[in-house]
Every structure is written in C-alpha cells, then in structure tokens.
C-alpha cells in the first residue's frame, strides 16, 4: 500500500448514554504486540468497568483485524466497532470502549448504537495522519543559508528530523516521496545551487493532515 490513514497518538472522549458512562480511547498501533499492550493497558485503568470491549486494524493493510464484545451480548460491541474502523479506512488503530453500567438496559440495537457512536464520535476528534513513503535527506548548507531553508521548511511543512550545528549546518528533512523532486529543484533555485542534498533513505511517515 502506497498510502493509508491512521490515528496519532492516544484520543479519549467520554459520553452519558442512559445513565451509562462509556469512556472511548483510541490509539495508533503498529502491530498486534501493540495492539495487545494497548487493550491491556486500558483493561487495567479501568479494571472496575462493568465491560472493556475493543477493535482494531493493526496493519496497513486491513487484514489483521480482532474485536471483543467483552460479556456484551454477541454481536453488539466489538463488531459495529469494527465496522466504524472500515467505514472510516483507519489502518494501525485501535479503540476500547470502557463501559460503567448505570442500571438501564439499552437492548441489542441500543448497544450497537451506543458502541458505534462513541466510537465514531472519537475517531472524528482524534488527530489523523496520513502514512505515505517519505524520503529523508541531508541538505547541508554554510551558515549564510540557514534562514533561507528554515524559512523553505516552514512554507513546504516539510517535518525537519534533525539539525546539526558543525563546521556547516546539516538539516535531516523528510518530505513525501511524491514531493521530493520538487522540493530540492525548488530549494537549490532559491539558495542558487549553494546547498548539498544527499539521499539516506524512505520508509512510511506520518504526514500531519
């Protein structure tokens, strides 16, 4: 996969649904090691929830994929969860859905309901990025360049990895893949040619949306 969608970092929202308290976390997890952890982790915060239900996608390419209605009856938690990560192509994400029971029985569609919703609601506020081959470089430039690239960073929102301070100053940028070709043509041309760009590798980034 050349691109795909993901969550940054953790997310939490909280909702009162007849006089349930659901607490819904979400989290980026590169692989199912993480995924596990994550679940765990949640499950030991909120040990005295009445249900720590979850779902996730923890590859990039939708095939690894778990859910657990965790004593909801079947069908009615971890799989309309589930449902909200597909519909919403999320890759690497997973959610637990934490729920203090408040003494009103919400019935099989009134589950659904409420587990897709607060899962929805969720991944619509958390942040997302977009995972696309990036290519990181070294441009090395004299000292009398280095406002001019702090300021052609700034205007690509190019993600400046690393600023080395030596004899000349070495900024370790990545840009999307798709970019670079003219991201350097454009960045020789404003410090007429005085700047070196050395080519170290790619792999996929997390570009902010």
Known sequence: MEKYL???GDFQSVKLIEKSRFITTS???AGEEEAKAFIAEISAKYADATHNCYAYICDNLGNFLRFSDDGEPSG???MPMLEVLKNKKLFETAVVVTRYFGGIKLGAGGLVRAYSGCTA???DGAQKVLYETCSESRYTVDYSGVDACLRYFAETGADVIDTEYLNEVVFTVATK???EETFNNALVNRLNGKIK???AR???FPFKL
Request: aromatic share 10%; no cysteine.
């Open 6 to 8: 993901s969550v940054s």
């Open 76 to 78: 009615t938690a971890g």
């Open 177 to 179: 893949k798709s970019e």
């Open 197 to 199: 760009i050395e080519k």
């Open 27 to 29: 989290r980026h997890v």
């Open 202 to 204: 790619e792999y996929f």
């Open 121 to 123: 609601e969720n991944l």
